[in-house]
């Protein structure tokens, strides 16, 4: 019967775990650990080891017992208090982190990574002055290291400096060519800012560098198309599906700029993936806009029956609630409670902000909507149904409506009201209504869907709705000129008798 | 009394010593009780024609007592003289009836003689004799195992616990005889406690694996596993079995995990390298594979598997030099063998050396005139090689495809209507970024999801792959059939109701086109991926090709209908990477430069050849090869030296290794003009030198692989490209290489008249591949 046995040495052992951890491969790494530990009990080199997988699963208590025991061993182990600091980090005690690596820092002052390290957490804890200054030493010591770079440009946008950012993005670019990151990070940072043609410069660079990215492509059609070169848009765009043909934020960017037959609604993926990257400048992007939902809404509130009587209407459902804007504008309205909900967790934690909400929800429209047979919160009135649903410029992201409607209508008491707003499908230069659905809906190059009047009121209608106001009105302004839109109230067909 | 002072030692286990003490006092010849010990101390150390001698003295000198009788006779056993031994110990057995020993003996002597039937007739006795003596019991149990007789097996082996409830083999034989009374939990709570008595055993650990998985248990078998490697971390036994458990399942990227950290740990041991290699194999992560099995090759060199699967991985890892070496040293110490030689085969043929090849896989059918496999290493071998014609190729192809295995798995019931929406199967191993494709990708995400679905059955799917994606997404559904052997593969395809399936593999490496003998679809259909020539095969109904692939004049040698699109056979999807079109080269050199990109396999010495003929008639000029086959230095040497014989100096002849994609694409930058080889012309290789600028001069022949160039040529308006013959081509080279001016200006627009051209019209392409999909359909539908 033949036997198997061990054969290798603890040092070789170790050797390979190292490796195994250094390539993600926990798996085969973990095993040769613990053989290891066994032939060389109490090894600080197997503790870091340990620690360094533990963070690579995600799970920094596994090694918390035996990182503390090495560094009492070894207390001048400037390697030991770095891995501590990360593990403490990844568990959430931000204080113990920064401590182990300005300690770090300390015992060796050469190390550009512990700097870092103790940059990144400096920004964290919101210490942002020191957080630059930590960061622009390690990454002026190692100007190729891309992580260094990033996190010295989010210190320096943090600090109100973007200029500074993009400075540091470039000289990382220049000095690591080859890595696609800061390229990307440069980009995005050029988008933000509304600088388009630099942002597609960058973006071509990065292609005749020969980087093929499904993002740098993605960003290079959403700043041609905000240039209003829509054709190259549509071929950057094309690129990026090619690159990244299941990453839904692509695919919707493509079938915004027309090149695949469009999604009846955005993804959801799609919708946390642009909010969320977007919720800090959100609102003032939004009123730099001139954006006039909240104020419409607040108009059309103060002619509710009840609210007018100054009765107090709720449970209220603010659907994709956003930074909370329709809530900040109804604030002195007898309605409430309020319920937000949204995909995007920055944009709620905006709103969070506010506290002007009684429960916020991260969840998809349709999804809460469904909830139905499960009713949340439970109800003073009649069980399910609120007497109020609010939906500013969240059907923008439905193409179809009939689902939505019918959704909404389930969860309204009768009597309820729906208020809603939709960007207005309008013929293009020709004459022609864009898109392939007879003229009812369309999706535009924002990513967007827009909806003609005659099929927000037919569709309504339909769901079951009497529609007690439909108008025109300007949803916000767009370079200096007037985005169409519809504001709806509907209402549900009170019981009779 | 030295005798027994050396069989003192002899039990506690020192028979050299025993030796030494019986050898010292060697003035006691007479003493049959000296030899009788020196035969049994000689037995010990294994060398029974030296005991034999030492025993049979004894017995002459008077020395009959059974113990020394029953030596002699295990003596003669192992000395070669059967008969004798048996003789013996039967004599023993009847001097002593009480004794169970002696027919133990003869028992053991059967079964390692390869006599089962004696054998059980002996260990029967034996329990006769002794009811409780556990080696016959466990024997006995073996034997009965062997002939699938569980029940009587598993009341042996309880019996044999019940006495010796420590004894591992007894608890691993109970656990085989369980599993073959259909008593799977019992039998893996048997293997347990074999592995909790003696956990290094490795084969008690993969007796245990298949016990829980025919239980069903498999998940608490691995959660069971991975708790043995804690509590005992340096055994690599829990590692070998989990990681092979988890392959079973599927698991692979785990599986991998665990055999590496069992290799690890026992790096001296086959059993983990071998099981880590090919798990690495089947998982094409070949570099890995290859360094594994190089190691288990080291450490087990008389394993011939091991050796030829190192040589189909290097192959695999375009190393073909490397590759022919390990094969050819293998039929060296192993002798021939048809699946060796058609591995060689296939390695030479990459390697340029095409008559050698075709010869290689001729002495392998020679070997195995009915096998499948000798035809197709010749059908892949033989598009290479010089003057072949259409019709050797057809026959060879026919050939082959005789040979292919076929079950009625009985008519297709799939819906008649000839307009309703159709499911497409995608049939290959290379739904990836290869030339498959490139080629393929486009015309699939472009046909119209109203009329068509798509299903891939993918061999060796590359996950992260963007190609793989791009197919991934473009399908309703993803199908992985690597462990579906070709029956099942059908019987899958036929159950997902595909209406019309394309073969993307042919006879290549992880390709199934074998399958299709057994039809996965009423409409089965011949397109890009090894698709070298018409397919041969009777069940292969129709051929997507052009007017230029195939013209009328060569229908005849083909097999199948032919579906011929308008414009080209393929739609190509230049990469988004590719770098600009730069300036005509020989503007800054004043030197024409030519290159040719495509793999040795297709340069021929006829192409050599002619290539030499077209330096010698345009002065100064260079050529320039890039192929991965160059990394070999006495593959380029090779070459070199043909370039020398045919008197073109050595600095006009640049050979370069390959490169990443990006780069070998930018690397037109300095060409002006590719020279094609022939008879297999390039491919993909020459749409992509369209895109980056660089028109191609090609000799069109009769086989379809011949064709390709003339095809992407023509579908860009390039048809005076395309030479009648060798003596056509070298002219039209000259002629060509003459006109800079002409040369230059077709460069600066080549780019965007290939872009504007049907070749990389996606939508129009999916447009009339789908109108030849359904009048193939709706001619089954006639039918």
Redesign the interface.
Known sequence: ????????DAE??TD?AAQ?VTAG????????L??A???APGSIRLADISARLALRANMPDAATAEIDEAVETAPENAGLRKRRAELRWQAGDLEGAARDAAEAVVLDRTDPAAKALLGVLMLELGRTTDAVACLAEAFGSVPGNSGFAAALATAQETAGDPDAALATLLRCVEAAPGRIDPRNAAILLCVRRRDYRQAARLAEDT??A???DACS?GLLGHALSSLGQHIEAADAYA?AL?????DPYVRHLVAAAGIRPGAPRAPAEYLRAVFDGYATRFEQHLISLGYRMPGLFRAVLRQHPLIAAGERVGPVLDLGCGTGLVALAIADLPVGPLIGVDLAPRMLAEAKAKGLYDELREADVMDVLREREKPLPPLAGEAGAYPLILAADVFCYFGALADVFAAVHANLAPGGWLVCSVEELLPDRDGVIPGDNDGQWALQRQGRYAHSLAYLRDTATAAGFQVLRLDRETVRYEADSPVAGLLAVLQRVPHVG | MSAEAALERLRAGDAPGALSLLDASSCDDGNPARHAARGMTLLDMNQPEAARTALRAAVSLGDTSPPTLLNLAIAEGRAGDLPRAHQLMEAVAEVMPDWDEPLLRLAESHRAAGDPVAAEHAYRRVLELNARREEALIALAGLLIARAEGSEARLLLLRCIGIAPGRAEAWAALGLALLLTAEPALAHTALTEAQRLEPEVAEYALHGIEAARVAGTADAELARLALASDVAPLNPVPLLARGILLERLGRRDEAIDALEAAAILAPDEVLPAKMLASVLARSHRLRDAEAALRRASELDPDDPWLRNNHGTVLMRMHQHAKARGVLLELIETHGEDPLVLCNLANATACLGLQEEAVGVARRAIELAPDAGLPRRALCNTLPYQDGITGATMLAALRDCAARLPRTGLGRFGNDRDPERKLTIGLLSGTLKTHPVGWLTVAGIETLDPARFGVICLAQNAALTDPIARRFRTAAQEWIDVDAMDDVTLATRARELGIDVLIDLGGYGDAARMAACAHRLAPVQVKWVGMQNHSSGLPEIDWFITDRWETPPELEHVYSERLLRLPDGYVCYSPPGYAPDVGPLPALANTCVTFGCFNNLAKVTPRVIATWAEVLRRVPGSKLVLKTHQFHDRPTADRVRTAFADAEIAADRVELRGSSPHRAFMGEYGQIDIVLDPFPYSGGLTTCEALWMGVPTVTLPGELFASRHSMSHLSNVGLDDWVARDAADYVALAVAKAADLAGLAALRAGLRPRVKASPLCNAPRFGRNLGAALRHAWREWCAA
């Open positions: 019967m033949q036997k198997l046995y061990a054969a290798a070789a052992l390979r195994l491969r926990l798996g085969a790494a973990r095993p040769l613990a053989a530990k066994r032939l292609r005749r020969g980087i093929a492509f690129e090619k690159l990244g043909p299941q």
